[in-house]
């Protein structure tokens, strides 16, 4: 399977949100710092399994992992679960930089992508993914601020919630939305 493939890209995406997972079921039984210390070691196990699996382990796993370990220790050094449930918020951070940052630079990342698979994608379809990349950075900024907020003001199941049901619809929804308003702009042409 290539590394750059989309259902690889996916699967590696939710398996590095594991031990934050495993975190939210043993904090919820054993307290908070079972908690950080089962999703740490979570997230070390999917370390050395993508590495059994598939001989190398993916940059985001290793990226997602040592966030998890790095928020973990302060978390534990702070006494305070907080720190660990801000790894899917920083993620998409980082994401939402990569788009923002690309478009500043005028090599919009999802431009860069589409064109990879088709050459021949028209100027107009260019232009308005060009768009789509910097308005796309701006959601996930909103959603990664939402995440950050609620990991130190929300209960950890409201939190949970948000990042298991709440970020993924909020993403699809303005994606839906925002392709909705894209195709309606290139009828009118």
């Given at each position: ?64 992992n040592l ?19 801000l790894q ?102």
């Amino acid at each position: 399977m290539s590394q750059f493939s989309a259902r690889g890209q996916a699967r590696t995406l939710i398996l590095s949100l594991l031990p934050v997972g495993v975190f939210i079921l043993i904090e919820a039984l054993y307290g908070t710092v079972a908690g950080i210390i089962a999703g740490a070691v979570s997230g070390v196990g999917e370390i050395a399994y993508e590495y059994w699996k598939n001989g190398r382990v993916d940059r985001l796993t290793i990226v997602s992992n040592l966030l998890v370990l790095g928020l973990g220790g302060l978390s534990l050094y702070e006494d305070n679960g907080a720190f660990f449930k801000l790894q899917p918020a920083i993620l998409l951070f980082v994401f939402a930089a990569a788009l923002i940052g690309s478009s500043l630079l005028g090599r919009p990342l999802l431009v860069l992508l589409a064109q990879k698979q088709r050459p021949d994608l028209p100027p107009l379809a260019v232009e308005r993914l060009r768009g789509f990349n910097f308005r796309m950075g701006l959601c996930l900024t909103a959603i990664g601020a939402l995440g950050a907020y609620g990991a130190f003001y929300w209960s950890t199941a409201v939190w949970a919630m948000f990042k298991a049901v709440g970020a993924p619809i909020l993403m699809i929804a303005y994606t839906a939305i925002d392709f909705s308003i894209l195709r309606w702009r290139m009828r009118r042409r």
